[in-house]
Each structure stands twice: as C-alpha cells, then as structure tokens.
C-alpha cells in the first residue's frame, strides 16, 4: 500500500534552533517525494522535491531509501517558517500526490 | 490572478441536497485535480484529469460524487444527496506534463458543511 506517515502533529522550536520534520512512506517502487508548505491564509504551494535536490528557504530533505524516510531539515528556524508542511509522494508513472496528515511547525521568538 | 480559482468559497447545505463545486485552472495547464481534506488530515486524492479525459477515480469515491472537465478547461464536481460526512475542505489543483513532475498549483479550496 502506498502511505505516507508524519508522526508529529505539531512541532514547536524557538527561533534559531535546529528543525527536523519526520516523513516515512511506504511504497513498493521508487517514488518521487515532495515537501509541500502551506502558510497561514496562503494555498498548499510545493517546497521542494527530492530529485532536485534542492535547498529551498534554507530547508533540504534527503531521501533514505534504506529507512523509506524523506525529513526535512533546516539549520536555523525563522518565525517566518511558522505554518503547516505536507510530505507526499508520487507514484510511478503517476502525477497524482498522495499526502501525509501533516505537521503544524510553530517558532516562536 | 492567474492562480487556480475555485467557486464557492464556501457552501453550507442540508443533508440530502446535490451540490456543485466548479474549477477554473490556470490557463495552459492540461491536467486537473480533485482532493478533498478534513479536519487533521492531508489532502486525499478524489480524481484527476488529463484534458478533458478522467484518468483516475479514487476507489474511496461513491457514486454520488461525479467530476467532469468538458472541454479540458474548467472542472466541476457535484456531490448528490450529500451526508454530514461530506462536510470537508474540497481541494483543486492543476499541471502541465511539461512541467515538474509533483508540482500541483492548488486553489483556494471550497468549504462545504452539511447540516
């Protein structure tokens, strides 16, 4: 079955500290795997993608394929990145998502 | 805005009435999507569609929920006889095939609550 699982509910840092958002997936194939962000009163907007292997607002997620995990990281958290993050994955040949429940990060000053 | 828009915002109806939710994507995008979010969750994927084609259906979908793309541009989705259960956020999204693979423009959302 194809299911992607973020532990945490709700993560809250002070602003600077390190932060880490858990994803782990479940999927028999290779998938691709997002990190979509969603600030208060904007749309669900994409963050970033793991083929690309890109740091966006300072956050990277690297997948390990061993342990089906895909966290993403920043260094320094900033108020400003304070909202609601989405991991998801595409199937194979698919360009559908299928998302996790969601984690609420909350930096506070 | 050249955004996703979606029409209503928000729809409040009684339980058994039908009810249409309508899509307008962004312009050059051929591919469409229907999700559908509750409270604590993710968004759940209903259906999507290339151009005017309905390449998939969630096995989660009843029959009372139909989508259609008629002329590849906007969407609707209807929900007859609708239930309590159907109160949800009702999610769209669009793409192109020529753009990043993952990458859904999302609208507003429609906020649909049956009393």
């Known amino acids: 079955a194809q299911r992607v699982t973020q532990p945490e509910k709700l993560l809250s840092v002070f602003k600077g500290a390190p932060v880490e958002l858990k994803c782990n997936y479940s999927y028999s194939g290779s998938p691709e795997l997002f990190w979509y962000v969603q600030y208060s009163r904007q749309r669900l907007q994409l963050l970033l993608r793991?083929?690309s292997r890109e740091s966006i607002k300072g956050f990277t997620a690297d997948l390990n394929k061993g342990e089906t995990s895909f966290h993403l990281k920043k260094p320094f958290a900033q108020e400003e990145d304070s909202a609601m993050y989405y991991c998801?994955?595409?199937?194979?040949?698919?360009?559908?998502?299928?998302f996790g429940t969601g984690t609420r990060l909350q930096v506070f000053p | 805005d050249t955004g996703v828009s979606q029409n209503p915002r928000h729809k409040i109806t009684k339980r058994g009435q039908n009810v249409t939710f309508r899509c307008d994507p962004i312009?050059?995008?051929?591919?469409l999507y229907w999700y559908r979010q509750t409270l604590g969750q993710g968004p759940e994927f209903l259906t999507y569609?290339?151009?005017?084609?309905?390449?998939?259906k969630s096995r989660l979908l009843s029959d009372r929920f139909s989508a259609e793309r008629p002329k590849g541009s906007f969407s609707t989705l209807e929900i007859q006889r609708t239930e309590q259960g159907d109160s949800a956020m009702y999610l769209c999204?669009?793409?192109?095939?020529?753009?990043?693979?993952?990458?859904?423009?999302f609208g507003e959302g429609s906020r649909l609550t049956v009393l």
């Open positions: 312009s050059e995008h051929n591919r």
């Open positions: 998801a994955l595409t199937p194979l040949n698919t360009d559908k998502l299928i």
């Open positions: 793991h083929i």
């Open positions: 999204a669009s793409s192109t095939t020529s753009g990043l693979t993952g990458e859904l423009f």
């Open positions: 569609f290339q151009n005017e084609a309905q390449l998939e």
